[in-house]
């Protein structure tokens, strides 16, 4: 099953528009108070919201952090990572879910946060990363420079056989979407002014080229 999930790399919580603000909030809200029925009732919605932080990532903790550091329930983790929810996902000081269950003494939920390579990235995954933020960068002009963003680690997409993520860029009018091929990425770069579909690359370690 194809998972498409958002990466939210905007930093700047006034680049929102107030009605989406509140409904993130909301929903980072559910996560910190620990209110997991209701927060489900909510990927249940927006199953591409799992790996959010609040918004302007300050933290950088996402729902699953939240549950690590909780404590939660192991059917709770279980069913977060069941709707995508990512073990790799680092908070802005580099922990990952499974960092903060081990200081919180959470025990019962080691072994599940434990993250799992289901698809390798070419090798070495450093360089590919590498060659994708950089794109990245060459596709949007000037955006980073004038609006800053987290851009997207890949390792998210080893935890699933189909892990697909949109990435929206605030200047762009548009964004990427990206997956993973057998020997490469691939990086869909489109924008509402866009008169066709955009334009596709094929990313490696060393380069990239254009899907025609």
Known sequence: MIMLLQWDGLTDRDRFNQWYLDQRDEFSDLARDAAWNRLFEVL??????????????????????????HGADFAVVS?????GAWRTQRARDGRR??????????????????????RPL?????????QVHTLMREST???FE???????????????????????????????????????????????MDADDGDHYRVTPTGWTAIK
């Not at 300050?58 to 550091?69: D, E, K, N, T």
């Not at 069913?79 to 709707?83: G, T, V």
């Open 141 to 143: 002009g000037r955006c």
């Open 122 to 130: 070419p090798s070495p995954p450093d360089a590919l990363e590498h």
């Open 44 to 69: 249940g919605e927006r199953p591409e919201w799992v790996n959010l932080p609040r918004p302007g990532n300050r933290s950088g903790f996402s729902p699953l952090h939240q549950a690590a550091w």
């Open 146 to 192: 004038e609006i800053e963003h987290l851009l997207p680690p890949l390792a998210p997409l080893t935890e699933g056989p189909a892990v697909r993520v949109v990435f929206t860029v605030v200047g762009m009018m548009g964004g990427f979407r990206y997956h993973l091929e057998r020997d490469y990425v691939h990086v869909h770069a489109s924008s509402r």
């Open 97 to 118: 879910p499974v960092d903060i269950a081990r200081e919180q003494g959470h025990t019962h939920l080691l072994d599940l946060l434990e993250p799992v390579t289901v």
């Open 79 to 83: 069913r977060l990572i069941a709707h």
